[in-house]
């Protein structure tokens, strides 16, 4: 649009509202009582109502929230100061234009600066989070009938009950009153929105696009992030219907879900949303649609089917709060101020995956250990003991087998140097040989291959596990086992390529770990391999790159994983010197075949 365009509709704008102010101060209007309401007939009785389209009640515009509002005697609803509704566990704000919430603080959650956890993300752009959209989600992200534009009459019904109303006339005659009404528990992340439109005796049904309304959550959850990488901060569409399933919602796009859910949820790394709507009819949709100044956008879009009833009233529960296990399991058991019960949203928080039970036991174990000593870093170095030490009898045999496959090695270079031509008589005759000696050469990579899992289960507890946001190792240099540590940090400034801004210790101690961690774990065949000393002095490298920035509770347990499997392989090698020591003196070195005894 235009410059002038724009300037030639403010001015218009502000010359119809001072004309309305002024009538309204000499001729004063008693609002009209409302209709009667009508009970919405069954949804089997009711047929949706032709294709209506709606214009606000009042063709005036609202005035700006800084201008300075008359008594009322209009009729207009007028801005009003925000409403705040606090409770043990929230603080809630809430605007009347719209009555929608602009902001959801935890209290029990910080954020960097030791300011309460924001929930509701936006960009440039004052939050408008369960607004309510005449139309379908397509109506609503195109911005088409918008009421959050409209001030809303307020009512406070209580220190944790709120009401905004405001009426709407649809074309061709007739008039509804929206009204919405927020109720919130002292104790619980839970709150109830009713969203009722009654059209009285005017207005014989609701269809705005083939939809009544779409509810909507928006732009984003919190708290705050610079980028979604899936790996340090993520989001999730979830969708329960007995079983939790994970949706695909495709960058910049918006996903219908069509199994009507029990529930729907959009799950971060530490924090969820989770939408409850009690009729399980109505369409559900994700969208990613971007907004200005915000790094990404995660919407959920609750659209309410068209309806020839006069009156709807419809009850929706959202959970906004953290993705903790202990907390959701509440509403299993009725053990909430709403008496749920199996609603499963304990799915929401669950591990998910085939490694999912042994992250549940590690989980366990780490807030074990946690109970007793009362420090999730020391808490995680008795598990990495714990784990070590059960692994122990697996790394011993490991590197037996290791020193074996060295005692044979010459009679297996002579068997490779025989057969290099004929490769299948090569395997056939290491196979016998391998069987003669009652030697599996794999038996050396099984224990390697068993902790791969749990070091992948490790990885995923360490970087999702709720309790370990904000846990304290060591008070000023690791105060947040969920994030990197950090010894000096010289942003604005970033290193080129990089974009790393803080000079960080565990890294460093990780690589110093790992080569030691190489150098005593190598073989003697092994020194005189280059590849070998590639392996050896390069991949700790690359992973000090790769691991930089990740949380400092996993950096915590590689490198004391390291450091106790030196101390394991310093104990093998003294145990294994000892038997050596033991053995005859004359007996061979070099492991020779048998000979296969002749049948009489």
């Known amino acids: 649009m235009e410059k002038r365009t724009v300037i030639a509709v403010v001015l218009s704008m502000a010359v119809i509202f001072g004309f309305y102010l002024i009538m309204g101060a000499i001729y004063p209007q008693t609002p009209a009582a409302p209709a009667p309401a009508a009970a919405e007939p069954s949804q089997a009785q009711t047929s949706p109502a032709p294709s209506q389209e709606l214009v606000r009640s009042e063709n005036v515009p609202a005035p700006p929230a800084a201008a300075v509002a008359p008594e009322s005697g209009s009729g207009e609803p007028l801005p009003e100061p925000p409403v705040i509704i606090d409770t043990n566990l929230m603080t809630v704000t809430l605007t009347n234009a719209g ?63 709120v009401e905004f109303s405001r009426d709407f006339n649809v074309s061709g005659g007739g008039t509804f009153t929206l009204t919405k009404r927020y ?75 069509t199994t009507q859910p029990s529930w729907a949820a959009i799950a971060g790394k530490y924090f969820t949303l989770i939408a409850l709507p009690y009729a399980n009819q109505y369409n559900i949709a994700f969208s990613s649609v971007p907004e200005a100044d915000l790094p990404a956008a995660s919407r959920l879009l609750i659209t309410r089917p068209a309806t020839g009833g006069s009156r709807i009233e419809d009850k929706y ?74 692994m122990f009898p697996l790394t011993r045999k490991s590197s037996e087998s290791t020193m074996r496959m060295q005692a044979l090695a010459p009679k297996i270079k002579e068997i490779q140097e025989k057969y ?8 056939q005759e290491m196979a016998g040989f391998y069987k003669k000696e009652g030697y599996n050469p794999m038996s050396g990579c099984l224990p390697m291959i068993i902790q791969i899992p749990i070091f992948f289960a490790m990885y995923n507890l360490f970087n999702n596990h709720f309790d370990l946001r904000g846990a304290m190792f060591i008070p000023g240099w690791i105060p947040d086992l969920s994030l990197p540590e950090s010894v000096f940090n010289f942003s604005p400034f970033k290193v080129p390529f990089l974009g790393w801004s803080d000079i960080r210790l565990l890294p460093f101690l990780y690589v110093g770990s790992q080569l030691l961690y190489g150098k005593v774990t190598q073989t003697p065949d092994q020194k005189g391999n280059s590849q070998m000393k590639m392996m050896l002095y390069a991949m700790p490298i690359v992973f000090f ?53 002749r049948r009489k």
């Open 545 to 597: 790159f790769i691991l930089y920035d990740v949380p400092s509770g996993l950096l915590l347990y590689w490198i004391m994983s390291n450091v106790l499997t030196m101390v394991q392989q310093l104990i093998i090698n003294k145990y294994i010197a000892k038997k050596r020591a033991l053995a005859p003196v004359d007996s061979p070195q070099p492991v020779i075949v048998p000979k296969k005894k």
């Open 183 to 257: 109720e919130f528990k002292k104790d619980d992340y839970l709150f109830q929105l009713d969203v009722i439109m009654d059209g009285g005796y005017t207005v014989n049904g609701f269809n705005f696009g083939g939809a009544s309304y779409t509810l909507a959550f928006g732009p984003q959850i919190g708290p705050k992030f610079e980028k979604l990488d899936q790996r340090y901060e993520y989001r999730h569409y979830l969708s329960y219907k007995g079983k939790l399933k994970t949706e695909k919602v495709n960058d910049r796009s918006t996903t219908v879900i």
């Open 420 to 427: 290099r031509d004929n490769p299948t008589k090569m395997n």
């Open 317 to 390: 529960q959202f959970y906004l709060g953290p993705k903790n296990q202990e907390v959701l399991k509440r509403y299993n058991n009725a053990d909430n101020p709403w008496k749920l019960s199996n609603t499963g949203l304990i799915e929401a928080a669950n591990t998910r995956g085939f490694l999912a039970p042994l992250e549940t036991l590690l989980k366990w174990l780490l807030v074990f250990f946690n109970n007793i000593v009362n420090n999730y870093g020391i808490a995680i170095l008795l598990l990495t003991v714990l784990v070590k030490l059960v």
């Open 99 to 161: 009555g929608d919430i602009t902001s959801l603080r935890l209290k029990e959650h910080k954020e960097k600066g030791n300011t309460p956890v924001e929930m509701i993300f936006s960009g440039s752009s004052q939050a408008h989070a369960f607004s309510v959209s005449f139309g379908n989600e397509e109506d609503l992200l195109a911005g088409r009938i918008r009421p959050e534009s409209s001030y809303f009459r307020v009512r406070k019904v209580s220190d944790l009950i």
